[in-house]
């Protein structure tokens, strides 16, 4: 280590030497010295603000004194994390083996700098009986050596030194070679601060970013999809056997029945599953944009184009993309889809340059393709390049087991959303959503749940929370004309079997809960015939 003494011994404080009075020539020099210090300053800034790595730029500023400021032997010691020992991490005019001396701090010269945080100058070594060269041995030379050693900070805090070792000149100014050397460690100082900030960042954005990528796996995860009926689970048993796979899988289903979500679970079960899922709703776009959007285009191929922009088909590459209502592509563009299903390559918008692609698709409809090419309005070709592994995803009337489950999953997502506590849902309401034939599937019941959710002002969902169109005859076919009686004795005959729900059939209880007798229960019970069984467990 440069400048470093034997343990145990009292560091002397070493003063700059007295200069000779400067003449013309000197001042004229040291202008000269000062525009070369600064045009070194800026190139080494330009060094360290770059993108190169920080070790690497340590060495290049480290060239620079080398070069253009008669440095000829120059290292950077830093202290290791979490330690309180110094090593040399970038270094010029060292061997291999010199670059392995370790030091700790309050040790020698450099280990008294990086203590107290203030600079040290040995002009001369030669005269400087304590000094020792633990970094290896000077060669003999005709000249002295001066030996600077500068604090690096980083917020304020001493992480190490740079050593130097200049020729020694009675007439040199030391004040400014202190300043000069003292503003390169100060620039690697900030450098290394700028890059821990990053680097900081860099790691919570990665931290983040596998945190949700391990949230996203673990929501279209198999196990975690709603829904345990025949339907969907051959649903399950198609997306099982067809993910692990790049074949072009077409989804096919009324609106609002969840094919998304199914396209996301092929995805994310997939060997592509770390890669890029792009979705483009191609019924969401003009005509005249589709094209360019699942292409791209160059710069300048239309007015308005005022630099080259990547298509959705570029930005999946490696991944899969996503094309919902592919029933409503328009021609032109079916021709050039039709060219990257068999070519797996495609020209952007006034390009002529070829793109190879690697992509998996998965489109969705909810049109009946086979009508739309008996009139014309999809292509035959483009159909039979789509349909390879189709799967159907039945409506909501057809599963009408998965309900109940999607219910209460819904009323579990909103009550966390909306910060409510809505407990459950109670039997008659149940029954209603049970009875309606739900034209908007299951996209519709989670907007019914939302809702049920927002105007609930207690623990349980009544009837009366649920919209008009799960309560009236004409949109649902559950509730009939009745009288007032009639009437009083269903609100009554619901309102007890949610009763005896809660107290699992026993008639005491509910006589508790209602305010009443158990003997006013019995009566209601025979004469609404209520069955009572129904509800133990």
Not at 23 to 52: C, P, W
Not at 105 to 134: C, D, Y
Request: charged share 30%; net charge positive.
């Amino acid at each position: 280590m440069i400048g470093d003494m034997p343990e145990g011994e009292r560091v002397r404080e070493v003063l700059y030497p007295k200069r000779a009075p400067l003449t013309d020539f000197a001042r004229n020099g040291e202008r000269a010295d000062t525009t070369e210090d600064v045009t070194s300053l800026l190139e080494m800034t330009g060094i360290l603000s770059g993108a190169v790595p920080l070790k690497v730029g340590i060495h290049q500023t480290l060239r620079i004194l080398e070069r253009r400021h008669g440095v000829e032997r120059g290292m950077v010691i830093l202290l290791r994390d979490g330690t309180r020992e110094l090593h040399i991490d970038a270094s010029v005019g060292l061997s291999d083996d010199d670059q392995r001396a370790r030091y700790h701090v309050g040790e020698g010269v450099t280990g008294r700098v990086v203590a107290t945080g203030k600079p040290v100058v040995v002009p001369q070594i030669s005269r400087e009986p304590l000094f020792l060269n633990r970094a290896g041995r000077r060669r003999p030379k005709a000249r002295e050596i001066t030996v600077v050693c500068v604090p690096i900070l980083a917020n304020q805090t001493p992480v190490g030194t740079l050593n130097v070792d200049l020729s020694f000149d009675e007439n040199r100014n030391y004040e400014r070679v202190v300043k000069f050397f003292g503003l390169v460690a100060a620039m690697i100082g900030q450098a290394m601060r700028i890059r821990n900030l990053l680097d900081a960042e860099r790691r919570g954005l990665l931290g983040n970013n596998a945190q949700l990528q391990e949230e996203v796996l673990e929501r279209y995860d198999f196990s975690n999809l709603v829904g345990n009926s025949s339907p969907m689970r051959r649903v399950y048993e198609q997306v099982t056997q067809v993910a692990p796979t790049n074949t072009t899988v077409m989804l096919r289903g009324e609106s609002g029945t969840g094919k998304e979500l199914i396209a996301h679970a092929v995805h994310y079960n997939s060997p592509r599953k770390n890669s890029p899922f792009v979705k483009v709703n191609c019924a969401a776009l003009p005509e005249t944009l589709i094209e360019s959007e699942l292409f791209g285009y160059e710069k300048g191929a239309f007015t308005g184009a005022d630099s080259q922009k990547k298509g959705r088909f570029e930005l999946a590459d490696g991944g899969t993309l996503f094309l919902d209502e592919i029933g409503d592509l328009n021609g032109p563009t079916a021709v050039k889809l039709l060219r990257v299903l068999q070519e797996r390559e495609f020209e952007r918008l006034g390009g002529t340059r070829t793109i190879k692609t690697d992509v998996r698709l998965i489109v969705a409809t909810n049109k009946d393709l086979e009508r739309a090419i008996a009139a014309g309005t999809f292509r035959e070709d483009l159909f039979y390049r789509l349909n390879v592994f189709p799967i159907f995803v039945p409506p909501l009337r057809e599963r009408k087991s998965d309900v109940l489950l999607l219910s209460d999953h819904f009323l579990e997502k909103y009550n966390s959303r909306h910060r409510k506590n809505v407990k459950r849902i109670s039997t008659p309401a149940i029954d209603m959503l049970a009875c309606y034939h739900w034209p908007g599937n299951v996209r519709e019941l989670e907007n019914t749940i939302e809702r049920a959710v927002l105007v609930c002002d207690g623990g349980v969902i009544h009837g009366h929370h649920l919209p008009p169109t799960l309560q009236t005859a004409e949109a649902s076919g559950t509730v009939l004309n009745i009288s007032f009686k009639e009437a009083v004795e269903a609100y009554e005959k619901d309102l007890i079997q949610d009763t005896l729900k809660t107290t699992r059939g026993n008639r005491s209880k509910a006589a508790l809960l209602l305010k009443t007798t158990e003997r006013v229960i019995n009566y209601k019970v025979r004469k609404l015939n209520i069955d009572c069984k129904r509800f133990r467990s």
